[in-house]
């Protein structure tokens, strides 16, 4: 891991609990210690010496964007409005949330339609997906993993979960029957608190009232082998994150050897609190495999 750089932001979230219904994770949030080291290339994640450093003439990659669980394509609106202003193609994909396997296979097939490289971002259950989705895809040259699951071959997001005590997740859950299994929501009255505590409050109802439920069977699937061990990755860590513990994802982009860097106070709906640390992130990936 090239090291990991701590930003200091804004945080108004308010803390409250509810009984479990699903058991997704147990325990309260952790607190992440301060990190030694930091990024050597630090600067180069701004916008403007990200752009200074590319070479001339050189077309863009397409970035491709995946949201996660109990979020739509929407989330990553800011994101785009960043990175289509500095050029960028983008692509913001309808994760289908139905299960990790026909979740990739859906994200693949729109990979293979992308003519020339891309940059493949994941935010939160959207990271498990472009692990698998990006395999035997030679023009995906990065991975961007947001606050995101990152697993190895054979881990599930509950895996992970239950390594890492902190979540908030599963007390919050709202489980409701489909045709073939069980979807699950974020309780509106939790959303604030586990998902999006330094988003404004008027977004944050707009996000838990049109969220996309998640099938409970894609937490239990296994991943298949990582795409991050042979593509280079960038890691956004939310260092106040509810859903994922802070530790969890320290510690996935650690093995994964990315490119990390911590954004102190962060929700897990961090691509939505601080857009324009999430597209210089994605920025710093597309320079550096350019």
Not at 72 to 101: C, F, I, M
Request: charge should be neutral; aromatic fraction near 6%.
């Amino acid at each position: 891991m090239t090291g990991i750089t701590p930003v200091e932001p804004r945080e108004n979230g308010r803390r409250r609990r509810r009984p479990a219904l699903v058991a997704l994770a147990v325990g309260t949030l952790l607190t992440v210690p301060a990190l030694s080291a930091a990024v050597p290339a630090g600067p180069a994640l701004a916008a403007g010496s990200a752009a200074a450093s590319a070479k001339p003439g050189t077309p863009k990659p397409t970035v491709v964007l995946v949201h996660g669980a109990f979020a739509d394509a929407s989330s990553w609106n800011a994101v785009t409005a960043r990175l289509e202003r500095q050029g960028y193609p983008v692509v913001a994909v309808a994760n289908p949330l139905r299960g990790l396997a026909g979740d990739s296979a859906y994200v693949s097939s729109i990979l293979d339609t992308i003519p020339g490289p891309v940059v493949l971002a994941g935010h939160s259950y959207g990271g498990a997906v472009i692990t698998d989705a990006a395999t035997g895809h030679s023009n995906v040259k990065a991975l961007v993993y947001i606050a995101a699951f990152a697993p190895d071959e054979g881990e599930t997001g509950l895996s992970i979960l239950g390594q890492y005590p902190g979540s908030q997740l599963s007390p919050a859950l709202t489980v409701r029957p489909y045709p073939g299994g069980q979807d699950a929501y974020v309780n509106p009255a939790d959303f604030c608190q586990v998902f999006a505590a330094d988003v404004p409050a008027a977004t944050t109802r707009l996000m838990a009232a049109g969220q996309r439920p998640v099938s409970l069977a894609a937490f239990a699937e296994p991943s298949s082998a990582p795409a991050w061990k042979t593509i280079p990755s960038w890691f956004l860590v939310a260092g106040s994150d509810r859903a994922i513990p802070p530790a969890a994802e320290q510690a996935m982009a650690k093995r994964a050897g990315s490119h990390a860097q911590v954004i102190r106070g962060a929700s897990h709906a961090v691509l939505v609190s601080h857009p324009d640390a999430t597209a210089h992130l994605i920025e710093a990936a597309a320079h550096a495999t350019s």
